[in-house]
């Protein structure tokens, strides 16, 4: 039923800005929890950020700061605003959302994907 998809990915240098963009299809994203998750080659699925059903948002130590998480009033699409871009956040970036209105950092705590999009950051 409940489909994701991500789009804003791509080649910046570093200490440039991308804007990712997660919207459901079928349903808003109201009274869900919604988390932005990255994966390198090589590394372990990691948590970026997430917003709860009530827009409380929690983020990666090493992006607060420079990312920020938010829902829009429509509640249509959820975005990642990613400023100040390290070679280190080089990954396929993956949305997901849960039947909760509590945040999880776990992969297994989510009940929807998307299907990820490149972000790539040169030094």
């Known amino acids: 039923q409940v489909q994701l998809l991500e789009s804003g990915g791509g080649l910046v240098q570093a200490g440039g800005s991308l804007r990712l963009s997660c919207a459901p299809s079928g349903r808003t994203f109201s009274n869900v929890a919604v988390a932005w998750f990255r994966q390198a080659p090589g590394q372990e699925r990691e948590f970026v950020a997430a917003i709860s059903g009530s827009d409380t948002t929690y983020y990666l130590d090493s992006v607060k700061g420079r990312f920020t998480i938010s829902r829009d009033n429509a509640k249509i699409t959820v975005n990642l605003q990613m400023n100040s871009l390290k070679p280190e956040d080089t990954a396929v970036y993956y949305c997901?959302?849960?039947?909760?209105?509590?945040?999880?950092?776990?992969?297994?705590?989510?009940?929807?994907w998307g299907q990820g999009t490149q972000v790539t950051v040169s030094s």
């Open positions: 997901a959302a849960r039947n909760s209105n509590y945040v999880t950092r776990f992969v297994r705590e989510y009940d929807y």
